[in-house]
Nanobody, 126 residues
Framework: QRQLVESGGGSVQAGGSLRLSCVAS????????LAWFRHAPGKEREGVAA????????YYADSVKGRFLISRDNAKTTVYLQMNSLGPEDTALYYC???????????????????WGQGTQVTVSS
C-alpha cells in the first residue's frame, strides 16, 4: 500500500494560480499512472489529469486543458498539478491517486486507481 500525501491547496481569487504537490512513498515503477482527481459538492469525482510514468505522457480532462499542467519531479517521488486561470468551477477537494499495476497508458477513471491521498481543498472565489 503506497502512501500519497497532497499539499498546496488553498483559497484564491478567480484568475489566480495554485500548485498542488503529491508525495508518494515507496517505489513507483515505469509503467504506472499518477493522477489528480477532484470532487466538488453535489458532483461526481472527476479525473483532472494523469501522467504515465513510462514516457511522461500526460492526459487531461477537457475542462482543464490549456490551464492545468501535471508533472513529475526527477526524483520520481512527487507529482505536481500546476493550475492556472482558476475559476469558481474549479473549487473542489483535489486528490492524488496512483495506479501501480502495469499499464501502457492512463485513463481518468477513479476505478483504475486503488491508491488515494486524503485530499487538499481548493477554493476559488469570483
Amino acid at each position: 500500500q503506497r502512501q500519497l500525501v497532497e499539499s498546496g491547496g488553498g483559497s484564491v481569487q478567480a484568475g489566480g494560480s495554485l500548485r498542488l504537490s503529491c508525495v508518494a512513498s515507496g517505489y513507483i515503477g515505469n509503467s504506472n499512472c499518477l493522477a489528480w482527481f477532484r470532487h466538488a459538492p453535489g458532483k461526481e469525482r472527476e479525473g483532472v489529469a494523469a501522467i504515465y510514468t513510462g514516457d511522461y505522457t500526460t492526459y487531461y480532462a477537457d475542462s482543464v486543458k490549456g490551464r492545468f499542467l501535471i508533472s513529475r519531479d526527477n526524483a520520481k517521488t512527487t507529482v505536481y498539478l500546476q493550475m492556472n486561470s482558476l475559476g469558481p468551477e474549479d473549487t473542489a477537494l483535489y486528490y492524488c491517486a496512483a495506479d501501480l499495476s502495469w499499464r501502457i497508458g492512463c485513463r481518468l477513471i477513479p476505478f483504475d486507481y486503488p491508491n488515494w491521498g486524503q485530499g487538499t481543498q481548493v477554493t476559488v472565489s469570483s
